[in-house]
């Protein structure tokens, strides 16, 4: 290695770049916590350090590595809001690329957006096995805003960039060697070997990545991935911006590519999807700290037992035992434990087969899981999760069994998706012990978690709630007990606007159409196919005894279970499907326009822009109740509630985000113009007159 000399610093030892070491080979260090994103002291630090490397005649080759638990992980989010203060990150990035030294990343943890392109402009990369690279700026509605889309296809070729930049995915270190995006991994440490890397660069003319030429893609195929982009992003615009900005990069200098791609950056940064998106990403952060709970320490859990391996149990127990829990999956009797086993296996053999999972990894996670019949096996655990039958009295039983064989101090948590939680919880003579952990299907990949609390649930246990969703790595959202709690009780609304537009004239394909142009991945109609309409018809028949007479209530889904059509996995169901491709069914249109007969309704053209406020407002609405009644907090947790659990786009922030920017006088128009049409239960929050009439927004 090197031999590293007294380290001298740029400035004092609070500024975030640093310079450790000067001959021959410089060593400068960014320290900026907690991820090195290139605030304006970072761009002007690296700028002056480069500088000052470049005069400096001792030096002869230089590292850029960081400090802490990352590389750069990007620009600073925070300044996007902010007038852009000099020097900005392209220049500081192209004069990392035009120094005469040979210069070289050292990257460790991640390397993204701003970081990714400070990286591809060095002449050299180096990355530990566990760094990640990525250029995820579509995720904040932004094109890569410093060179990215013009220098990683000089690296990796159009394709992979294109598909790199378009969809903001990041990949692992191994897979950027083989892209090209990385030179060596490193075996050890990671530092000496990238300063071995620059002592051998030493004297070598630098390969400047914004010098290499790049091939042109056919304009055939560059047209259709391009379309391919718009069609994946629902209505999303800053992908197709990227991939359009990478395609540039074989036609033009990098400079007059650069140019292009900062003034769409620029164009982007100040849209509203990109406000809606950053909106987004702070909320999934914000959305883990609750109010009261700064303090309270959560149980230690490591022991978690599952009861129930259908869909939602098998989920759950891959979802923990891929966290590294120690998990106990039980069943009742043994058929169903050979059911569940099978099921579990399936998921996992499932993502080896389609590259997800080695079978080694396979083999250690099955490994982690263990089988038993019956409670008693359970007296071990810190945390039990039920996922069984949805059935009250069913649950009560399991939990009084439980508090019967549970050590004092564990977790009893329920994955019920409509009970009472407080009635659940009183069947044990430890309520405060009791919470819900509502998963989403399929509970191994959605990253959403209600975690429902009721009076009675102790802190500590809420507490417990959150730091295992942490540890699941999924978005946690805290609530109350309501009928859906928070997700299905908006869904349950979103329904049934969705049916009165059937009944009023719209068919199931138009409402799809139209909520999938409003960017949810599927329509209301589809979901339900998928989902299966068995479980909701049980449901409306259980509720129907003490449904309100004056509800409107629209009959379709009821005649179509009773015709057999139970969804997909019946052939049919809203639609009818040949070789798994959904198609409208004269059947259907029949039943919808029988329905509109009995309500002696005119059937009329809806068009897109109503169904598509109607539907919106109906969850603005719903969503204000549940403020209103305190089952969440803020607003940010429904919010985050429908961009992680149910589809709501991300680039629009949320369904209360997006009412603060139409205004919430239209929105309570809307209600309005509906309430007496749609009868008892659509009557607008509160929350909503008092805001609409006060100009108070959801947001401040
Ligand atoms: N700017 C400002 N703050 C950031 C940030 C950024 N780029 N990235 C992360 N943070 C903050 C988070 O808000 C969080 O703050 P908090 O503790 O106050 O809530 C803290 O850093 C830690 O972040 P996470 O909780 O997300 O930590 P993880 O370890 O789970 O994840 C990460 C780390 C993978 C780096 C993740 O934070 C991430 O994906 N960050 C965003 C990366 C990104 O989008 N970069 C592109 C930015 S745009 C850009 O670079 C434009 C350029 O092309 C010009």
Redesign the pocket.
């Known amino acids: 290695m090197t031999s590293s000399q007294t380290p001298t610093r740029s400035g004092e030892s609070s500024e975030p770049v640093r310079i450790l070491a000067t001959s021959p080979v410089a060593l400068i260090e960014i320290d900026n916590p907690?991820?090195n994103?290139?605030?304006q002291a970072v761009r002007a630090g690296l700028l002056s350090a480069i500088q000052e490397i470049d005069r400096n005649p001792q030096t002869e080759a230089v590292v850029i590595a960081c400090a802490g638990?990352?590389f750069v992980?990007?620009?600073?989010?925070?300044?996007?809001g902010q007038p852009p203060r000099e020097p900005h990150?392209?220049d500081v990035i192209n004069a990392i690329e035009a120094c005469l030294k040979p210069v070289v990343a050292a990257v460790h943890?991640?390397a993204?957006?701003?970081?990714?392109?400070i990286a591809l402009a060095c002449h050299a990369r180096v990355a530990e096995p566990g760094a990640?690279f990525?250029?995820?700026?579509v995720?904040?509605g932004?094109?890569?805003?410093?060179g990215?889309t013009q220098r990683l296809p000089r690296l990796v070729g159009m394709e992979a960039a294109i598909d790199l930049v378009s969809t903001?995915r990041?990949v692992k270190a191994a897979e950027a060697l083989r892209l090209g995006l990385v030179d060596r991994l490193s075996s050890g440490d990671l530092r000496a070997e990238a300063m071995d890397l620059a002592q051998e660069m030493i004297g070598v003319q630098p390969a400047r990545t914004g010098e290499r030429p790049v091939a042109a893609m056919d304009a055939h195929a560059a047209s259709a991935k391009v379309a391919e982009v718009r069609k994946k992003a629902r209505g999303a615009e800053a992908p197709c911006k990227a991939a359009e900005l990478v395609l540039l990069a074989a036609d033009l200098p990098l400079l007059e590519g650069m140019a292009r791609e900062r003034e769409t950056?620029l164009e982007l940064r100040s849209s509203e999807q990109s406000a809606a998106l950053r909106h987004a990403?702070?909320a999934?952060?914000?959305v883990t700290?609750v109010p009261g709970l700064e303090k309270v320490e959560p149980r230690s859990i490591q022991k978690v037992g599952v009861v129930g391996a259908g869909t939602m149990g098998s989920g759950i127990a891959v979802a923990f035992a891929d966290a590294g829990f120690d998990v106990k999956v039980v069943e009742t009797s043994e058929s169903a434990f050979a059911a569940g086993q099978a099921r579990i296996t399936d998921i996992y053999d499932k993502q080896v087969s389609s590259g997800r999972l080695t079978s080694a990894v396979r083999d250690e996670r099955l490994s982690s899981l263990s089988y038993e019949v019956g409670t008693p096996s359970l007296a071990d655990r810190d945390l039990v999760v039920e996922a069984v039958f949805e059935d009250m009295e069913v649950k009560r039983s399991l939990f009084r069994d439980l508090d019967g064989v549970l050590a004092p101090g564990a977790v009893l948590a329920t994955n019920t998706s409509y009970l009472d939680i407080g009635l659940i919880a009183d069947a044990t003579a430890r309520p405060a012990d009791v919470l819900g952990l509502h998963f989403f299907s399929p509970a191994n990949v959605m990253k959403l978690v209600e975690i429902v609390k009721t009076d009675a649930t102790a802190p500590e246990v809420i507490a417990t709630g959150l730091a295992v969703a942490k540890r699941l790595r999924k978005v946690p959202v805290v609530c109350r007990v309501c009928d859906g709690f928070v997700g299905n009780r908006i869904l349950a609304r979103y329904r049934q606007q969705a049916e009165y537009l059937l009944e009023e004239g719209a068919l199931p394909q138009e409402v799809d159409a139209a909520m999938e142009a409003f960017g949810f991945p599927m329509g209301p109609f589809a979901v339900s196919d998928l989902a299966g309409l068995d479980i909701a018809w049980a449901r409306r028949k259980r509720l129907a005894p003490t449904r309100d007479p004056h509800e409107r209530y629209v009959d379709v889904a009821d005649r179509l279970c009773e015709a057999g059509r139970f969804g997909r996995k019946t052939g049919a169901g809203w639609y009818r499907y040949t070789a798994g491709k959904r198609e409208p069914d004269p059947f259907v249109t029949g039943l919808v326009e029988e329905a509109s007969q009995r309500r002696k309704v005119l059937r009329r053209t809806i068009s897109v822009d109503e169904i598509q406020a109607r539907i919106r407002a109906a969850i603005v609405n719903e969503a204000c109740k549940i403020l209103d009644e305190r089952i969440v907090e803020r607003p940010l947790d429904v919010d985050v509630v429908m961009m992680h659990g149910y589809g709501y786009p991300a680039w629009r922030g949320g369904p209360l985000f997006e009412a603060d920017r139409i205004g919430l006088k239209v929105i309570l128009d809307q209600v309005n113009e509906r309430a007496p049409q749609d009868g008892p239960g659509w009557e607008p929050a509160a929350g909503l007159v008092r805001r609409a009439a006060s100009g108070a927004r959801f947001y401040p």
């Open positions: 907690p991820v994103a290139t605030s638990r990352t992980a990007g620009a600073d989010i925070r300044e996007f990150l392209p943890g991640s993204l957006g701003g970081g990714c392109e990640t990525g250029l995820p700026e995720r904040l932004l094109v890569p805003g410093a990215g903001g990041t950056f990403f702070f999934e952060r914000e700290r």
